[in-house]
Nanobody, 120 residues
Framework: QLQASGGGLVQAGGSLRLSCAAS????????MGWFRQAPGKGREFLGT????????YYADSVKGRFTISRDKAKNTSYLQMNFLKSEDTAVYYC???????????????WGQGTLVTVSS
């Protein structure tokens, strides 16, 4: 199971760090991805991290502003978001899967989502 947290209201230009805690059967969790879904839009891939090696991949839209990391001892992944813009307002999701992927279909275990609202 995945539990996302850390969402909230932040001003444009600010920063926020989201967490995703994994519990249960994590031994087959090869990668953890981060996605978001804005009102009226589809789910957007943001980035992913390999659990063992910590290798990260990012979508061009957030590269340089968002950073994904993980703490294996805590079974937790983090999404550090800097220089936030109003268009970053969305529900943010973490998801675990057996391989690195850039689409939601590659992930089979999803957290419940946490809302991030960026005020301009």
């Amino acid at each position: 199971q995945l539990q996302a947290s850390g969402g909230g209201l932040v001003q444009a230009g600010g920063s926020l760090r989201l967490s995703c805690a994994a519990s249960g059967r994590t031994f087959n969790m090869y990668a953890m991805g981060w996605f978001r879904q804005a009102p009226g839009k589809g789910r957007e891939f943001l980035g992913t991290i390999t659990w063992a090696g910590g290798v990260t991949y990012y979508a061009d839209s957030v590269k340089g502003r968002f950073t994904i990391s993980r703490d294996k001892a805590k079974n937790t992944s983090y999404l550090q978001m800097n220089f936030l813009k109003s268009e970053d307002t969305a529900v943010y999701y973490c998801a675990a899967g057996p391989r690195v992927g850039y689409t939601s279909s590659k992930y089979n275990n999803w957290g419940q989502g946490t809302l991030v609202t960026v005020s301009s």
